[in-house]
């Protein structure tokens, strides 16, 4: 099963390495088919983890991404977003923050909706899902010529 870890996203660029990863309280919610919500609390930190696992396979699974106000400049809560986002026959089931944002809501690094270069790209990792479904985490870069 190709799955997506939302946590080990984040241990991964940010080097959170807790201590142990047995959890001292673990709650998991299944949310739809393929997608399951954890919560886990270490009390050591004491650190919460918030976590969505998703399962890619699924045909109806997909990772999106969406600009404040559906512009390109503008700040909108994830949750607004979210529920401006859910409608029949395409459901959200979960939303983050995925970048920093310049003055104005400005993402710094690049930006892709449905396929459309948003933002161009900053040097740093940022992170994608290719249209096979695979997550990546790269530095990229973009290079073209407007003909006309």
Do not use: C
């Amino acid at each position: 099963m190709k799955s997506l870890r939302l946590l080990g996203l984040f241990i991964v660029l940010f080097g959170i390495i807790p201590p142990s990863l047995s959890a001292d309280f673990l709650e998991s919610t299944p949310v739809g088919p393929g997608i399951i919500y954890h919560h886990e609390y270490l009390e050591a930190g004491p650190w919460h983890y918030y976590v969505m696992e998703l399962d890619l396979t699924d045909q109806y699974n997909r990772i999106e991404t969406v600009k404040a106000n559906d512009r390109l400049a503008g700040n909108e809560r994830t949750s607004s977003m979210a529920e401006r986002r859910d409608f029949d026959a395409h459901r959200i089931s979960g939303a983050i923050n995925g970048d920093f944002y310049a003055s104005g809501g400005i993402p710094i690094g690049a930006q892709v909706i449905n396929g459309n270069l948003l933002k161009r790209p900053y040097p740093r990792s940022v992170f994608g899902v290719s249209p096979e479904k695979n997550p990546i985490i790269d530095i990229v870069s973009f290079n073209g010529t407007l003909l006309s």
